[in-house]
């Protein structure tokens, strides 16, 4: 019997063929009506795996890599609210403190030991672990936290996700991002000028981590770039006639 569900698949497997754009196969999986309409929307076997070793799609900074597979990346999870992420960090390499707005995440350290900070909200305690290989910990969602490999060799972690689009929210970068003058206001205003001098410098995750491990490594820090810097509009453009290139000059850098 050719029952509804069965011409709903049937549907979807034939328009699949006339997807014109990774965009629009999201837009027709995320308006399927079954799981199984889904299914048929991915009419290939491949379309059910990811390769996170030779993805395209990965934030690349000067302390690592980060790939994640959402539903931006890898169709297959929409509808299954989840996603998943490997980080790849350099020997003394940070993912530089961020939220994730739609998910919580777990966390499992492949090798290594790990560092992680996180503070899940005001009045919530600083809570710092060490992760050795096989542990794991949990950032739950909207928490600020970060990673760090302390360590002078690479680290791997995987991390998983409630939401099949758990987004990241850098700190530094959004922060910064504000207008120049609430920003100076709100850290007790340092100047505007200092605040235009420490939004050039932010680097991208993932980033290279402090001094003192750099040192002991052997390693030097090297230009990063910052290309995740938060876009300037009118309402958060910086003051005409104002630069920071005094207070580089004074801080020597």
């Known amino acids: 019997m050719f029952s509804l569900t069965s011409a709903l698949v049937f549907a979807s497997i034939f328009t699949a063929g006339f997807a014109t754009s990774p965009a629009q196969l999201v ?20 379309q059910f795996v990811f390769d996170f070793f030779n993805s395209p799609n990965k934030t690349v900074g000067a302390g690592g890599e980060i790939v994640l597979a959402s539903s931006a990346t890898f169709p297959a999870v929409i509808g299954n609210g989840a996603a998943m992420a490997i980080g790849i960090l350099e020997p003394c390499g940070m993912n530089t403190p961020h939220t994730h707005p739609r998910a919580t995440e777990i966390q499992f350290n492949v090798n290594g030991t790990l560092q992680t900070g996180m503070i899940t909200e005001n009045g919530a305690r600083f809570i710092m672990t060490e992760l050795k290989p096989g542990q794991m910990t949990i950032f739950p969602q909207g928490s600020v936290h970060f990673q760090f490999n302390d360590g002078c060799s690479p680290a791997l972690f995987v991390s998983g996700f409630n939401s ?90």
């Open 27 to 46: 837009a027709e999986l995320r308006d399927a009506p079954t799981a199984a309409a889904r299914v048929g929307l991915l009419n290939t076997d491949d």
């Open 164 to 253: 099949e689009d758990p987004g990241a929210l850098q700190i530094a970068q959004r922060f910064l991002g504000l207008p120049a003058d609430i920003i100076a206001a709100t850290l007790g205003d340092i100047g505007v000028e200092e605040v235009i001098g420490v939004a050039d410098i932010v680097p991208d995750n993932a980033a290279l981590g402090t001094d003192a491990c750099l040192q002991r490594c052997g390693l030097k820090r090297t230009a990063q770039d910052t290309k995740q810097a938060q876009p300037r509009v009118s309402g958060n453009a910086f003051p005409s006639g104002v630069s920071a290139s005094a207070w580089a000059t004074a801080s020597g850098w």
